[in-house]
């Protein structure tokens, strides 16, 4: 059974804006997946959606095998969300919060869980602080331990490390690895490469309410660092065998095509020039292309 089950899921605004669109998405238990794209793609729908905040339009939703419609009590149970907005001026105290919001899932009270929770986030020293009071990088971990105050299976964090500084976003990503650890599956929106990078087991791409790409990290890390190296001869019978056993490029009439990874390899493309001005094998055209998926990557980080 997975995590999350979405099949053929579409979104229309009531104003007729498609948000998203036939969006088929599993994911894995225990895994860290992570959405990623630029704003206004349809992250932070496509979570408020998985949570029963938003209303689809079309498709169905399972959460740990639950539909999130008909079984809603028990599907928001085992979820916690860290929402993109973080509420700021409560006078509220921070163990207040918690010891609330865990009781509107009807866990019985546990000082000692919530007090765990507000030490592995280095908040416990501001347990009985007013939230207004606490500094912007505090309060947004005291959100995640509400999500967190009545022991969810799954944590949604919509963009967790927006506007955060390095160190924080660094702390954060150490604990959403230590969560893991623990058996809570993760699901983070971002629009930053490298949080994905950093953190995810899979990559989710959207764009413009489309899953673009669902992919596992180490798979898509490759496929980024893929370059073309597209060379046109003068003459057509050239032999070019030992060159081709060297390089084991593709050849296809008087065209080369060298696939090569930029990141583990990046003077293969100088040291293919030389061998072949070496053996005077003329060219007339060259030409470089980056992977599709960094293309893919590059369009959608520009704003
Ligand atoms: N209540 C709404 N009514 C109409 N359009 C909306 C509403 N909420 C969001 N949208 C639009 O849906 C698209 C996706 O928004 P959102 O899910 O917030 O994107 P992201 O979180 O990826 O930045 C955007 O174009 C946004 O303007
Ligand atoms: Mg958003």
Same mark, same amino acid.
């Given at each position: *059974?997975?995590?999350?089950?979405i099949?053929?899921? =579409? #979104?229309s ?9 036939? %969006?088929?998405? =599993?994911?894995? @238990?225990?895994?860290?997946? $992570?959405?990623? !794209?630029?704003?206004? $793609?349809?992250?932070s ?6 949570? !029963? ?14 539909d ?12 916690g969300?860290?929402p993109q907005?973080? $509420?700021? &001026? ?19 009270? =546990? ?8 030490? =592995?986030?280095? +908040? ?10 606490l500094?912007?990088? *505090?309060?947004?971990?005291? *959100?995640?331990?509400? $999500? ?9 964090? /919509?963009?967790?490390?927006?506007g955060? &500084?390095?160190?924080?976003? @660094? ?10 650890? @623990?058996g809570?599956?993760?699901f ?12 995810? /087991?899979?990559? !989710?791409?959207?764009? /413009?309410?489309?899953?673009?790409? %669902?992919?596992?990290k180490?798979? +898509?890390?490759?496929k980024?660092?893929?370059?073309? +190296? ?6 057509? @019978?050239? &032999?070019?065998s030992?060159?081709? #056993? ?12 060298? #696939? ?14 030389? &061998? ?28």
């Amino acid at each position: *059974m997975h995590a999350i089950e979405i099949k053929k899921l =579409s #979104k229309s605004y009531n104003n007729g804006f498609k948000a998203l669109k036939n %969006i088929n998405l =599993s994911v894995k @238990k225990g895994e860290i997946f $992570a959405l990623l !794209g630029p704003n206004g $793609a349809g992250k932070s729908t496509l979570i408020n959606i998985i949570c !029963g905040i938003t209303k689809y339009s079309a498709g169905k939703i399972k959460v740990f095998g639950f539909d999130n419609i008909l079984n809603y009590k028990r599907t928001r149970e085992s979820i916690g969300l860290v929402p993109q907005e973080i $509420a700021t &001026d409560s006078f509220e105290k921070v163990i207040n919060t918690l010891e609330f919001s865990r009781g509107l899932f009807n866990k019985i009270p =546990s000082t000692d869980y919530l007090d765990g929770v507000l030490r =592995s986030l280095n +908040l416990f020293e501001k347990k009985n602080n007013q939230i207004r009071t606490l500094s912007g990088g *505090m309060k947004r971990r005291v *959100m995640i331990a509400k $999500a967190l105050s009545h022991e969810p299976k799954i944590l949604f964090l /919509d963009e967790p490390t927006a506007g955060v &500084d390095v160190n924080l976003r @660094k702390t954060l990503w150490k604990y959403l690895y230590n969560l893991k650890k @623990k058996g809570v599956t993760i699901f983070l929106t971002t629009h930053y490469i490298e949080e994905a990078e950093k953190i995810a /087991d899979r990559i !989710g791409v959207i764009n /413009d309410g489309k899953l673009v790409i %669902i992919e596992e990290k180490k798979k +898509l890390l490759e496929k980024l660092g893929e370059k073309e +190296l597209i060379i046109t001869l003068e003459k057509k @019978k050239i &032999d070019l065998s030992l060159l081709k #056993k060297k390089y084991g490029f593709n050849l296809n009439g008087n065209q080369i095509t060298l #696939k090569y990874d930029f990141k583990k390899k990046k003077r293969i493309a100088s040291n293919f020039l030389n &061998d072949l001005t070496k053996n005077s094998i003329k060219f007339t055209d060259i030409e470089t292309k980056k992977s599709n998926l960094e293309e893919i990557f590059t369009n959608l980080v520009r704003k």
